[in-house]
C-alpha cells in the first residue's frame, strides 16, 4: 500500500510558477516511480511528467516543453513538479500517482497503482 499527499496548488497570474509536492508513505513508497497527471473540467486525464524509482529518468509530456520539471527526494520520499510559466491552459486538478509494478514509470493512468486526492492549479489570465 502506497500513500500519497499532494500539495503547493493554488492560483497564479500568467507566467507564474508554482511546485507541487507529493508526500508517499507506506511500505513500497520507496520502489514505486511516481508521475504527475492532470484533469481539466470535461477533459480526459493527462500525463503531465514521471521520474523513476531511483530518480535518474525523468520522462515529459509535449505540451511541457521545458516549463517543468520533476524531481524526487529519495530520502525523503516526496516527488515534486516545478512549474514555471504558467498559463491558463495549465489550469487543471493536478494528481500525483505511484507505479509500483513496472521498472519505469509509464504515461498512462491504468499504469498506475495509486493515487493522491489531487490539487487545483489556477492559472488567471
Known amino acids: 500500500q502506497v500513500q500519497l499527499v499532494e500539495s503547493g496548488g493554488g492560483l497564479v497570474h500568467t507566467g507564474g510558477s508554482l511546485r507541487l509536492s507529493c508526500a508517499a508513505s507506506?511500505?513500497?513508497?520507496?520502489?514505486?516511480?511516481m508521475g504527475w497527471f492532470r484533469q481539466a473540467p470535461g477533459k480526459e486525464r493527462e500525463f503531465v511528467a514521471a521520474?523513476?524509482?531511483?530518480?535518474?529518468?525523468?520522462y515529459y509530456a509535449n505540451f511541457v516543453k521545458g516549463r517543468f520539471t520533476i524531481s524526487r527526494d529519495i530520502a525523503k520520499n516526496t516527488a515534486y513538479l516545478q512549474m514555471n510559466s504558467l498559463q491558463p491552459e495549465d489550469t487543471a486538478v493536478y494528481y500525483c500517482?505511484?507505479?509500483?509494478?513496472?521498472?519505469?514509470?509509464?504515461?498512462?493512468?491504468?499504469?498506475?497503482?495509486?493515487w493522491g486526492q489531487g490539487t487545483q492549479v489556477t492559472v488567471s489570465s
Open positions: 507506506g511500505r513500497t513508497a520507496s520502489s514505486a516511480g
Open positions: 521520474v523513476s524509482r531511483s530518480a535518474r529518468y525523468t
Open positions: 500517482a505511484a507505479d509500483v509494478r513496472n521498472l519505469q514509470p509509464g504515461m498512462t493512468p491504468r499504469v498506475y497503482d495509486y
